[in-house]
C-alpha cells in the first residue's frame, strides 16, 4: 500500500472522528466568532462616543443657574446647558447624567468681590464612559476662568501675556478613525488564536488522547510508515484549524456590515484583503498543527497536553498584539519569526499600509522552513515509537 | 510462522528481556506462559513491531521486522493487550479503518466486514458507536479488527482477560477454527487452564528469559509433574504472579 494510500486512511480517520468529537467541533465553529464578536461590541462602543463627543456636543447639567447668567452664557457656548437634577450627587452616582456643575447662590458676591467664586463639578472618575463630558466642563470652566483673569488685569493695566508664562497647546490627533485603528490590532491576535485553538483538541486527541485510550497500540501495529500517520494528525489538526481561522476571518470581515453606517472611519476589510490574509495564515496553520501534534504526542498524558498547548498558543499571541500596537515600523528581522512576521504583514494590510512581496515572503518562507523542522521531530517522535508509552 | 532469535530489551535499568529464543509453528497454537512482569508483552510487541529488541532480531514467514517492518506487519494479525478502541466509531468503522490499512477496500472490504461481523456474533452492535460496550464486546472488536485481512499469523495478548465464560469460550474455539485454517496463532496467558486447555506448545517465559518450550505432554514429562500447573512452577522456580 502507497504511503500515500495510508496517510489518506489515517486522515480520513481523522476527520470522522473530529466531526464527531463535541469539543473539537465548539473549538472549531463557536470559539472562533469570539474574536469579531468582540470587535464589534467594542468598536460600537467607540464610535457611540466619539460621536456623541464630535458631532451633537456634551450635555451639561447645570444647578443654579440664575447665580451666574454670565458664567451660563459662555457654557452655553461650548455646551447644551440643560436643568440639573434634583439630587445631582446620587444622579451622577446612578450613572444618570456624566456630571452636574453646581453654582452656589454666594457665586456673583464672591466674583464682584474679586475672591474666588467656587463652584463644584459633581463626576464619577470611575465612569469612562463620563470622562469626556466632565473633561468638556472642565475645560470650558478653565477657559471661563483665564478670561475673567485677563479681563481684570488688562482693567489694571497689566498685559494678561505677564501671567501666562507658560502657552500649553495641546493638539490630540486621535481621531475616531485612530481611535478604532487601535482596536484593529487585535485582529491578527485573534487569528492566532483561531488557528491553534481551532485544531487544539483534535491534535491532543490524535494523540495523548488516543495513548490514554490505548488506540495508538493497535494503529503502531498496522503496516502504515509513521511519517504518513505523523502527518495525518497534522492534517487532520490543520483542516479543523483552517475552518476556525476561516470563521474568524469572515467573522471579522462581517464586523463592517454589523456596525452603523456612520463608524467614522474604514476598515480594510474587504474580501481582497480577507482572502490574502487567509493565504498569509496557511503557513501559521501548518506550523501550529505540527507543534501541537509533536508537544502532545510526547506530554506525560492528556492534561498535561492540554497545559503545554494552552501556554504554548500565548506565546506566539502576546508579542505580535504587542509590536501590532507599535505605530513605529518593526525591524526587518521580525518578518522571519514564524506567528509575528505574518501578523505584522496582517497588521500592515489592515493599516492599508504597503506590504512588498518580499516581507510576506519572507515570514511564510520561514514559517514553512519551520514547519518542516517541527514536522521532521514529529516523524522521529513517531518512527521510535515514543507517543505509545510515557516519555 | 513467528520467529524470535536472542531477543534482549531492556527499559532503562529494567531488562524485560534477555536473549529470548523461540519458534511459532504454523498451524498450532503456541501459548506464551509466564508469571505477571515475565516480558509476554515485551516479546509480543517486539513480534508485531512496536517495540525494536536492543539485541536479536524477530521475523514473521522469514521477514525481519527490523528490515521491512510494513511487510511483516502485513502478515500479523494483532490483539494488543489493551483493545484500544475508538469511543467515537462504531464496531464496523473500526474494521474498516483496519482494513483499509491493510489496502483492502470497497466491496470486498465491505464484504469481509459482513463475514467478521456474522463470525463473532456481533449483529447487535456492529453499528454502534464503541462508547459503553462490554468488555465482552469490546475484545470481539478488537478481534474482528485484527483478522479484518486475513492474516497468516495471529498475536494474541492476553486475549479472554476480563472476559466472563461464554465470551472465554467463543474466544477459544475462534482460536481452535484459526489453527485449522493453517495459521500460526501465538498468545500469551498467565491463566494455566487456558493454556493446557488450547495449546500444541508451550513456551515459558519467566524473569525474561525461556525456562521450558514444548508440548504440554513434553513439559511434564521434562519436569516429572503430574499437571501442567506443577510443571509450570518447577519450571519457573516460584509461585510467585501466577493466576
Not at chain 2, 498450532?28 to 516479546?43: M, S
Request: charge should be neutral; aromatic fraction near 4%; glycine fraction near 8%.
Amino acid at each position: 500500500m502507497s504511503w500515500l494510500r495510508s496517510f489518506r486512511v489515517v486522515f480520513a480517520k481523522e476527520i470522522l472522528e473530529g466531526i464527531r468529537d463535541r469539543r473539537a467541533l465548539v473549538a472549531a465553529l463557536f470559539f472562533p466568532f469570539l474574536g469579531p464578536a468582540l470587535l464589534a461590541v467594542m468598536l460600537s462602543l467607540v464610535s457611540q462616543s466619539s460621536r456623541r463627543a464630535d458631532e451633537e456636543g456634551v450635555d451639561l447639567p447645570v444647578a443654579g443657574r440664575e447665580n451666574a447668567p454670565n458664567l451660563v452664557h459662555f457654557l452655553e457656548q461650548g455646551a447644551r446647558v440643560v436643568a440639573a437634577p434634583g439630587d445631582p450627587e446620587e444622579a451622577v452616582r446612578r450613572g444618570e447624567v456624566d456630571v452636574v456643575l453646581v453654582i452656589p447662590p454666594g457665586f456673583g458676591e464672591a466674583l464682584r468681590a474679586g475672591r474666588p467664586a467656587a463652584v463644584r463639578l459633581v463626576t464619577d472618575e470611575s465612569r469612562q464612559q463620563a470622562r469626556p463630558s466632565a473633561a468638556a466642563a472642565e475645560h470650558l470652566l478653565a477657559a471661563w476662568s483665564r478670561q475673567t483673569a485677563a479681563q481684570r488685569l488688562v482693567v489694571r493695566g497689566i498685559h494678561p501675556a505677564v501671567v501666562e508664562p507658560l502657552a500649553v497647546e495641546r493638539v490630540d490627533v486621535s481621531t475616531p478613525a485612530s481611535r478604532a485603528a487601535s482596536l484593529l490590532a487585535t485582529i491578527p491576535f485573534f487569528l492566532v488564536m483561531a488557528v491553534f485553538t481551532g485544531g487544539m483538541p483534535v491534535a491532543i486527541d490524535a494523540t495523548a488522547g488516543e495513548r490514554e485510550r490505548q488506540s495508538l497500540e493497535p494503529l503502531f501495529a498496522a503496516p502504515l510508515p509513521r511519517s504518513a500517520l505523523a502527518l495525518a494528525k497534522m492534517a487532520g489538526a490543520s483542516v479543523f484549524s483552517s475552518l476556525a481561522l476561516l470563521e474568524t476571518a469572515t467573522g471579522f470581515a462581517l464586523v463592517p456590515l454589523a456596525l452603523p453606517s456612520r463608524l467614522g472611519f474604514s476598515m480594510h476589510l474587504d474580501l481582497g484583503i480577507v482572502t490574502r490574509i487567509l493565504l498569509l495564515c496557511l503557513p501559521m496553520v501548518a506550523l501550529s498543527s505540527a507543534l501541537m501534534v509533536t508537544l502532545a504526542a510526547r506530554a506525560r498524558n492528556f492534561r498535561a497536553a492540554q497545559t503545554t498547548l494552552s501556554l504554548l498558543m500565548l506565546v506566539p499571541a502576546l508579542p505580535g498584539m504587542a509590536i501590532g500596537l507599535m505605530s513605529a515600523r518593526p525591524p526587518p528581522s521580525l518578518y522571519a519569526v514564524p506567528f509575528l512576521g505574518e501578523q505584522l504583514v496582517i497588521t500592515h494590510l489592515l493599516r492599508a499600509e504597503d506590504v512588498g512581496p518580499a516581507q510576506a515572503g519572507l515570514s511564510a518562507a520561514a514559517t514553512l522552513a519551520a514547519t518542516a523542522l517541527v514536522a521532521a521531530l514529529a516523524i522521529r517522535t513517531f518512527e521510535r515509537g515514543q507517543p505509545l508509552f510515557d516519555a | 510462522m513467528i520467529e524470535l532469535e536472542g531477543v534482549a530489551k531492556a527499559f532503562g535499568a529494567i531488562e524485560a528481556l534477555r536473549g529470548v529464543t523461540f519458534t511459532v509453528p504454523d498451524g498450532q497454537i503456541t501459548g506464551l506462559l509466564g508469571p505477571n512482569g515475565a516480558g509476554k508483552t515485551t516479546a509480543l510487541r517486539i513480534v508485531y513491531g512496536v517495540l525494536r529488541p536492543d539485541r536479536g532480531r524477530a521475523l514473521v514467514n522469514g521477514v525481519d521486522l527490523a528490515g521491512d517492518r510494513l511487510a511483516a506487519q502485513r502478515r500479523l494479525g494483532v490483539l494488543p493487550h489493551a483493545q484500544g478502541l475508538y469511543t467515537r466509531l462504531t464496531a464496523r468503522e473500526h474494521v474498516l479503518y483496519f482494513g483499509e490499512m491493510h489496502g483492502l477496500s470497497g466491496a470486498a472490504l465491505a464484504r469481509r466486514a459482513d463475514g467478521l461481523v456474522r463470525l463473532l456474533g456481533m449483529e447487535d452492535f456492529a453499528d454502534r458507536r464503541t462508547e459503553g460496550f462490554s468488555q465482552g464486546q469490546k475484545v470481539k472488536v478488537a478481534l474482528a479488527r485484527a483478522l479484518v485481512h486475513d492474516p497468516e499469523n495471529v498475536v494474541l495478548d492476553e486475549p479472554t482477560n476480563g472476559l466472563d465464560v461464554a465470551a472465554t469460550r467463543q474466544v477459544r474455539a475462534l482460536l481452535r477454527q484459526l489453527r485449522e485454517e493453517g495459521r500460526c496463532v501465538l498468545f500469551s496467558s498467565h491463566v494455566m487452564q487456558e493454556v493446557s486447555a488450547l495449546c500444541d506448545r508451550v513456551v515459558v517465559i519467566a524473569r525474561g528469559q525461556v525456562v521450558a518450550e514444548g508440548t504440554p505432554d513434553d513439559l511434564r514429562r521434562e519436569t516429572g509433574r503430574e499437571s501442567l500447573e506443577d510443571a509450570f512452577v518447577a519450571a519457573i522456580g516460584s509461585e510467585e504472579g501466577l493466576g
